[in-house]
């Protein structure tokens, strides 16, 4: 049975930092990209982050980029983001993903790219 486990959220301070974990059962995340997206109150999900198999191919989105960083340590089957000068903006419950394009952007919606998900870990960005 696959399963992706979030850790790492929690309450933090404006200016803050958090490292979100992103770690797998029943299969090796190596093989795949994995999507990080976020859903705050009365928003839509959205990604914001791409951890490609390999480096070139991870992308982060506008709202993140240069505060967001992926990274993956395959001996723990496990991939991280690491989040900087939080602001309260990024409140919001944070998913992993695996997706079986490994993060390559496309113009249109692909059924079934993100096959398995985890059950999300609470971000609050808050003095």
């Known amino acids: 049975q696959v399963q992706l486990v979030e850790s790492g959220g929690g309450l933090v301070q404006p200016g803050g930092s958090l490292r979100l974990s992103c770690t797998a059962s029943?299969?090796?995340?190596?093989?795949?990209?994995i999507g990080w997206f976020r859903q705050a109150p009365g928003k839509e999900r959205e990604e914001i982050s791409c951890a490609g198999r390999i480096d070139r191919m991870s992308w982060h989105r506008d709202s993140v980029r240069g505060r967001f960083l992926v990274s993956r340590d395959n001996d723990r089957n496990t991939v991280f983001l690491q989040m900087t000068n939080l602001g309260p903006e990024d409140t919001a419950v944070y998913f992993c993903?695996?997706?079986?394009?490994?993060?390559?952007?496309?113009?249109?919606?692909?059924?079934?790219?993100?096959?398995?998900w985890g059950q999300g870990t609470q971000v609050t960005v808050s003095s």
């Open positions: 029943g299969l090796t995340l190596e093989g795949y990209g």
């Open positions: 993903a695996t997706d079986r394009l490994g993060c390559v952007v496309m113009t249109s919606t692909v059924p079934d790219r993100y096959e398995y």
